[in-house]
């Protein structure tokens, strides 16, 4: 059946069955590496502070690693992703007493390079996959893989934990690295060599992009995903454990559904912003949807200083921010693969992704310090919801210099 269908979608299923299953254990291996730190007895920002290089390294390989995609093929930068996530998973098998804090920072950062790399070279193959011109088409895939792969974080999370009751620790481990290897085989064998090798080699000073549209827009990309995290890394779990009293398997539980629910409202993007009707999207609906997004932090940190049931406040919140924050994150994942250029593609998509990085690092960081700074509790969430509508509120600014489809359509004629 499978030799019935074009060498595109041929093509364009392995990168999704890769991207899908590193993006599995990527998340098994988040809740993993929680829960392990967590039962040691490592408070809520220290447990943070573990991923503090999976962030850093993700800035610095979306950077870097758009030029390698250019020079070796997306193929390579793919599986080369693959083969360091197996590295990563197999640097925590060491006895107990060596997984110290450095070492899983280092595991961490590791497994940052590998998800990036990862992550940069499926999103720069859907552009060469889908036929030129076909926009309707790039959209669709673009948000299907996009949703997909938040749908499987958060399924990663629950396997993470499922894994971690019956196998215990290194047990999860073993399993896991075991899997992915198999497809880092599979992956060798199937992806096309020569996928996204740009013809004119690009230099290392092409790194950062010189197309105004992919500048304003991975600008508001970092401000749109440091909005987020402010919030979500630090504040949100320790307000829902220690502040609503909820225990660490209810916390957790909670949260892997509220990823899988955004991954699937991801994949909606295309028929919730027009295209049934024949419309695609531009720069103009970016400005929209982040203006909306832009009040839902706000409005929930007015909800929990009126003194409503903080628990409806914040479930009832975080339903709709997810949801058009979802929407929000598919058109920026379309555009920006809508506007880069075919040939070096993984450049502009890298440098995108770089600012992406970079805002969840930014994010993460602010999270943990406003949340303390403020005192914690209601007053420690609040603050950090102050400070992501105002990231938000940059992220409309920024956005308002995005192209509308005919201004592009004028560029090109």
Known sequence: ?????????????????????????DGALRMLVVLHFHGLGYSPLEIALLFLFYEVFGVITNLVGGWLGAHLGLNRTMNIGLG???????????????????????????????KDLNKMSAKSSIKLLVPEGAQGALYKWVAILTGSKNALKGAGFFLGGALLMLLGFAGAVVTLAGGLTLVWLLSLLLL?????????????????????????????????FGARDVWFVVALPV??????????????????????????VQTLAPRLTGKSRGRL?????????????????????????????????LIGGLLVFGAVFAINS??????????????????????????????RLV?????????????QG?????????????????????????PSNREREKASA
């Open 239 to 264: 307000f829902l454990s220690q502040t609503l009293g909820w225990s660490h398997g209810r916390t957790g539980a909670f949260l892997a559904l509220w990823v899988i629910g955004y991954g699937l």
């Open 1 to 25: 059946m499978l030799s019935r269908l074009s060498p595109a979608i041929r093509q364009y299923l392995v990168v999704t069955g890769n991207y899908w299953a590193f993006t599995l254990t």
């Open 84 to 114: 360091l996530q197996v590295v990563a998973l197999v640097m925590l098998l060491v006895p107990s007493g060596w997984l110290t804090v450095p070492w899983v920072m280092a595991a961490q950062a590791v497994s940052g390079v590998a």
């Open 363 to 375: 994010g993460t960081l602010l999270s943990g310090w406003v949340f303390q700074l403020a005192g």
């Open 378 to 402: 209601d007053s420690g969430l609040q603050a950090c919801l102050w400070v992501s509508s105002a990231m938000l509120v940059l992220a409309v600014l920024i956005s308002l210099g995005l």
């Open 330 to 359: 598919s058109l920026h994942s379309y555009l920006i693969v809508s506007y880069a250029g075919r040939d070096g593609v993984s450049l502009d998509v890298g440098f995108y992704y770089m600012a992406n990085a970079l805002g």
């Open 192 to 224: 096309r060599k020569d996928l996204g090798r740009a013809q004119n080699k690009p230099r290392f000073r092409d790194l950062l992009s010189k197309s105004r549209a992919i500048n304003i827009l991975s600008a508001a990309r970092m401000f749109l």
């Open 281 to 313: 999207p531009d720069g103009r609906t970016a400005v929209g949807w982040a203006a909306g997004l832009a009040l839902l932090p706000l409005l929930i940190a007015l909800g929990l200083e009126s003194g409503f049931d903080p628990a409806r406040v």
